[in-house]
């Protein structure tokens, strides 16, 4: 079964940086996926798709210190240089067998 | 540009059927590879995904929920309406309509959702 693992929260200090993990399951490794940031009270925003060799495309206006990466069956999202509108949740996601995915999403605080 | 946006009650009575309506512009329904999903969120809970249709009129639905939904389209429109059926106040949530292309790499096919619409909230309760 394919399933998207992520941390609940993670923290950073303004002006600093934060690696979030999305853990693809067991047979996955090979997935590509995709990052949304959802800001409090707003809807999703598509941030990057992401491959298994660490190749990724960004979305309209998504700023340079949104970078992707990848390691095995681990996708990351790192952000630079946080700002406080970087508060937000973050979803990974990635398609199936006839079926869209979603992680469960990390909370990240700026401090 | 691409814009998306949903509309439909923001209350329905427990059994009774949903239908949203996600009304589109800047693509086209009618271009090959172009899908419209569905997704919604209880509150302060996760993302779930729950159906595409394709510019084909091919439809893939969540396994979980398949029995209760139906997706269909109308490319004159530029409409995609979602019916959910027998509701209950665990279906109050926030339901997203998104437009989804597939993007095809390393030998797989994904959708994403690289637009999405506002949200249109909708609340289950007698």
């Known amino acids: 079964q394919l399933v998207l693992t992520q941390s609940p929260s993670a923290s950073a200090s303004l002006g600093a940086s934060v690696k979030l993990t999305c853990t693809l399951s067991?047979?996955?490794?090979?997935?590509?996926i995709a990052w949304h940031q959802q800001q409090p009270e707003k809807g999703p925003r598509y941030l990057m798709k992401l491959n298994s060799d660490g190749s990724h495309s960004k979305g309209d206006g998504i700023p340079d210190r949104f970078s992707g990466s990848s390691s095995g069956a681990e996708r990351y999202l790192t952000i630079s240089s946080l700002q406080s509108e970087d508060e937000a949740d973050y979803y990974c996601q990635t398609w199936g067998t006839d079926m869209g995915v979603f992680g469960t999403g990390t909370k990240v605080t700026v401090l | 540009q691409i814009t998306l946006k949903e509309s439909g009650p923001t209350l329905v009575k427990p059994t009774q059927t949903l239908t949203l309506t996600c009304t589109f512009s800047?693509?086209?329904?009618?271009?090959?590879?172009?899908?419209v999903g569905w997704i919604r969120q209880p509150p302060g809970k996760a993302l779930e995904w729950l159906a595409v249709?394709?510019?084909?009129?091919?439809?893939r639905y969540s396994p979980s929920l398949k029995n209760r939904l139906t997706i269909t389209k109308d490319t004159s429109k530029n409409q995609v309406v979602l019916t959910m059926t027998n509701m209950d106040p665990v279906d109050t949530a926030t339901y997203y309509c998104?437009?989804?292309?597939?993007?095809?790499?390393?030998?797989?096919?994904?959708?994403?959702?690289?637009?999405w619409g506002q949200g249109t909230v909708v609340t289950v309760s007698s």
């Open positions: 249709i394709y510019w084909d009129d091919d439809t």
């Open positions: 998104a437009h989804s292309p597939i993007d095809c790499s390393g030998g797989r096919c994904y959708h994403y959702f690289p637009h």
């Open positions: 800047g693509f086209s329904l009618r271009t090959s590879g172009v899908g």
């Open positions: 067991s047979g996955h490794s090979s997935y590509a």
